[in-house]
T-cell receptor, first 113, second 112 residues
Framework: GENVEQHPSTLSVQEGDSAVIKCTYS??????FPWYKQELGKRPQLIID?????GEKKDQRIAVTLNKTAKHFSLHITETQPEDSAVYFC????????????FGAGTRLFVKA | KAGVTQTPRYLIKTRGQQVTLSCSPI?????VSWYQQTPGQGLQFLFE???????NKGNFPGRFSGRQFSNSRSEMNVSTLELGDSALYLC???????????FGPGTRLTVL
């Protein structure tokens, strides 16, 4: 079945450093790739997304890259701040035979001040 | 505009019972998806509804079912509860099928 693998499961960085989270998806029909941030006790919130016709998208300190050939996409956070500490989820959405969003297992990011 | 709401927020049930969870999407949103979140498994896709039609279903047993009403509100039902059904159940709504999903606060279900 469809699957999204996310690495690493835990990431600890120093404030100001960059953080990179990588995901690989299996369903070649996937065409929409959102990233969500979930703080402790709160609901997931979209931070950035990318569609399959685009290779890269940037929003201030956050960027996402997509390699459709390799079925691989990544989240890059630059100049990390303590408030970036949270769990980040990648997801892949396809529209074949209905619509389904498959999430990765999550990455717990710690930003040390 | 009010966000996605879910009721109840917390629920305690015993094995064998059944439960119904409710989700009210953002006004105007026609797509509603349901997810199960557990510490070890992340967010697992349950089903997605659009205009009262279930468009897709995840890999969950038949004990998990859902429906969507004409006002886009959605319910999910879990019958014959098992201990492993203890989780946070999240619903998310979007304006159309290709748009950003907005999550509700979730319903925390505990099965004893």
């Amino acid at each position: 079945g469809e699957n999204v693998e996310q690495h690493p499961s835990t990431l600890s960085v120093q404030e100001g450093d960059s953080a990179v989270i990588k995901c690989t998806y299996s369903d070649s029909a996937s065409n929409y790739f959102p990233w969500y941030k979930q703080e402790l006790g709160k609901r997931p919130q979209l931070i950035i997304d990318i569609r399959s016709n685009v290779g890269e998208k940037k929003d201030q300190r956050i960027a996402v890259t997509l390699n459709k050939t390799a079925k691989h996409f990544s989240l890059h956070i630059t100049e990390t701040q303590p408030e970036d500490s949270a769990v980040y989820f990648c997801a892949a959405r396809s529209d074949t035979g209905g619509f389904k969003t498959i999430f990765g297992a999550g990455t717990r990011l710690f930003v040390k001040a | 505009k009010a966000g996605v709401t879910q009721t109840p927020r917390y629920l305690i049930k015993t094995r064998g019972q059944q439960v119904t969870l409710s989700c009210s999407p953002i006004s105007g949103h026609r797509s509603v998806s349901w997810y199960q979140q557990t510490p070890g498994q992340g967010l697992q896709f349950l089903f997605e509804y659009f205009s009262e039609t279930q468009r897709n279903k995840g890999n969950f047993p038949g004990r998990f079912s859902g429906r969507q009403f004409s006002n886009s509100r959605s319910e999910m039902n879990v019958s014959t509860l098992e201990l492993g059904d203890s989780a946070l159940y999240l619903c998310a709504s979007s304006l159309e099928l290709y748009n950003e999903q907005f999550f509700g606060p979730g319903t925390r279900l505990t099965v004893l």
